[in-house]
Antibody, heavy 121, light 108 residues
Framework: EVQLLESGGNLIQSGGSLRLSCAASGFTVSSNYMSWVRQAPGKGLDWVSLFYSGGSSYYADSVKGRFTISSDNSKNTLYLQMNSLRAEDTAVYYC???????????????WGRGTLVTVSS | SYELTQPPSVSVYPGQTASITCSGDKLGDEYACWYQQKPGQSPVLVIYQDTSRPSGIPERFSGSNSGNTATLTISGTQAMDEADYYCQAWDTTTAGVVFGGGTKLTVL
């Protein structure tokens, strides 16, 4: 079955660090663009980062310099290293597979169930 | 930065047609897509590349994109279509994904 399973969410103090994981099954992470999208409680979708293994990484301005996206191809897993966390980073973090032309057409065709990150101030 | 604007809410009677708009500067020059999200669930892609429908999405969902506005149309709306809907595009200027603020569709 093709699916994504996030883990690593937790309650953490402001200024702390956390690493989220997203285990993929049924397809290969290294052959796809992958992304993280978050959703604060009661709010809309907020894009975080997009990545292609061995290629470019893109970040939202709000997380640039604090978050790093990466993958471990041997584990078929995507990661999001989050440093210098702030209260406004509190959200459910979704992992998503990206489709498109790699130029100006990107969309998310497969989503995980999400993992909750709560940053206390 | 590039912004996509959606109406906060849209209401429709069962069986009627619901239209949800997404506005952005020259959005028609980019590809737009749409997601449906029901309470407590992950988003689901319902329209991609302006007008394409993924496998398993009912034919009553359709999309268009021209000028500054992309539109998601749900024909013969059913109670199960009640959800939040988000548009999304790629901002080539900043090399980033942009989401609209979301529209809550209520089936009366």
């Amino acid at each position: 079955e093709v699916q994504l399973l996030e883990s690593g969410g937790n309650l953490i103090q402001s200024g702390g660090s956390l690493r989220l994981s997203c285990a993929a099954s049924g397809f290969t992470v290294s052959s796809n663009y992958m992304s993280w999208v978050r959703q604060a409680p009661g709010k809309g979708l907020d894009w975080v980062s997009l990545f292609y293994s061995g290629g470019s990484s893109y970040y939202a301005d709000s997380v640039k310099g604090r978050f790093t996206i990466s993958s471990d191809n041997s584990k078929n897993t995507l990661y999001l290293q989050m440093n210098s966390l702030r209260a406004e980073d509190t959200a459910v973090y979704y992992c998503a597979r990206v489709r498109g032309d790699g130029y100006n057409n990107y969309y998310f065709d497969l989503w995980g169930r999400g993992t909750l990150v709560t940053v206390s101030s | 930065s590039y912004e996509l604007t959606q109406p906060p809410s849209v209401s429709v009677y069962p069986g009627q047609t619901a239209s949800i708009t997404c506005s952005g500067d020259k959005l028609g020059d980019e590809y737009a897509c749409w997601y449906q999200q029901k309470p407590g669930q992950s988003p689901v892609l319902v329209i991609y590349q302006d007008t394409s429908r993924p496998s398993g999405i009912p034919e009553r969902f359709s999309g268009s994109n021209s000028g500054n506005t992309a539109t998601l149309t749900i024909s013969g709306t059913q109670a199960m279509d009640e959800a939040d809907y988000y548009c999304q595009a790629w901002d080539t200027t900043t090399a980033g994904v942009v989401f609209g603020g979301g529209t809550k569709l209520t089936v009366l």
